[in-house]
C-alpha cells in the first residue's frame, strides 16, 4: 500500500459525513451558485449537435486533434504570435494537464538527462509526484509569505537566481494552486530577464486561464516569455477548469523552441514520449473545445460564461471577507487580493481540524480553501465558522 492522495481522501470523509449542511472547500473544481459542477452552454451545444451528427470514432493523430493544437496556440501565445508565425511552437493535445505535465516531463528526461528541476514552495502536490516519477530531482524555490499571505517575491528571485545553468524552473501562470498568490506584470518581467539571463529552462503551467483576469491577461508570462526571445520554453495547458470539462481529460503540451526545425525535432519526440505512453489522446473533450473555439459565435458565448465563473469567484472572495470583517475579522482582506479558485486562508492544521470537527466544513490540512466551492447558501457559515476557530 502506498499513502493515499490527501485530497481525494478529504473528499471521501465528507462523502460519508451524514451532518447535513456540510462544505466541502478541499475540491479544486468550480461549483455554481446551486453546488453543481456547471455544464457551459457553448459545451452543451457542441456537444448537441455533435450527437445528432453521429460519426464514427477513429483515433486521433498521436498529437491529437489539429484544429484543438491550433485554437490553443492562439488562445495561449496570441492570434498573432511572432513564435506561432515562425513555426517555433509545436502543441500536442493531452490527457489532461496533468497528461501535459508527465509528457514534458519524459521528454525532457530524454533529452537532457542531467537536468533537475525547481518547483515553488508550495506548489500543487502532483508537481513533486510527476517530474519525481519521471526521474527529476526536484528542488523547490521560495514562493508563498506566511507573514504577509502574499509572494516572497526578493527569496523567489534569489532562490531562482542560484539555480544551476539549465535547470529546469516550474512556473504557474496565474491563479497559483494552492496559495492563490500571484505575480503582477512587473514582477514577471524581472523573472523572465532572470530565468533568460540565468539559462533556465521555463516550464509554465497554465490550469486556470481566465480565471483571474480574463484570458489574455492571464497568459501574460507566456507573453513575456515569447518576447525575450529566450530560445527555448515549455507549457503545459488545462481545459478542465475553463470549460468545465473535468473528466473529458482536455490539455495540451505546447514547446517553444529556437526556430522551425528545431521545433519540428521536437515534435517527433513529444510525438514517440505520447505514442510511448498511450498512443494518441481521447476524441471527444478535444472536439468539443475544438468546435467552441473553432467558431466566432461559440468562443464569444464561451468568453462570456468564463467571464461569469471568473467573476462570481471574485464576488464570493468580496463577500467571505466582508462578512469576516462584519463578524469582527478584518486580517482576512488578503483573499480578495488572491487570485483564481484558491486561497492560503492562513488557518492552521489545528483550526481546519476545528472546522470539520464542529462544523462539518472540510479544507485541506494547509489552510488551502477552495473559493469556488462557496455559494450564497453556505458562505455565511463558512465566514461564522472560520471566525470561531480563528479567535
Ligand atoms: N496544474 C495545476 C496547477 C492544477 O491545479 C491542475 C489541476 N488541479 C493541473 C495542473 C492538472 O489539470 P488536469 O485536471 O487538466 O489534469
Known sequence: MVPGDPILGLTEAYNADPRPGKVNLGVGIYYDEQGRIPLLRCVRQVEQAMA??????????????????????????????????????????????????????????????????????????????????????????????????????????????????????????????????????????????????RGLLPFIDIAYQGFDKGTDADATAIRLFVDSGIPAFLVASSYSKSFSLYGERVGALSVVAADRDEAKRVQSNIKRTIRSNYSSPSTHGGAMVAAVLGSDELRAQWEQELGEMRERIHQLRAGLVSKLAALGAPEFGFIQQQAGMFSYSGLSKAQVDRLREEYAIYAIGTGRICVAALNSGNLDKVAEAVYAVSR
Open 52 to 197: 445528432a451528427e453521429a460519426k464514427p470514432r477513429g483515433y486521433l493523430p498521436i498529437d491529437g486533434l489539429p484544429a484543438y493544437d491550433l485554437a490553443t496556440q492562439k488562445l495561449l501565445f496570441g492570434a498573432q504570435s511572432a513564435a506561432l508565425e515562425a513555426g517555433r511552437v509545436v502543441t500536442s493535445q493531452t490527457i489532461g494537464g496533468s497528461g501535459a505535465l508527465r509528457i514534458g516531463a519524459d521528454f525532457l528526461k530524454r533529452t537532457l538527462p542531467q537536468a533537475k528541476i525547481a518547483i515553488s514552495n508550495p506548489s500543487w502536490e502532483n508537481h513533486r509526484v510527476v517530474f519525481g516519477t519521471a526521474g527529476f530531482e526536484v528542488s523547490d524555490y521560495r514562493y508563498y509569505d506566511p507573514a504577509s499571505h502574499g509572494l516572497d517575491f526578493a527569496g523567489m528571485l534569489a532562490d531562482l537566481g542560484a539555480l544551476e545553468p539549465g535547470t529546469v524552473v516550474l512556473l504557474h501562470a496565474c491563479c497559483h494552486n494552492p496559495t492563490g498568490v500571484d505575480l503582477t506584470a512587473a514582477q514577471w518581467s524581472q523573472v523572465v530577464a532572470l530565468v533568460k539571463e
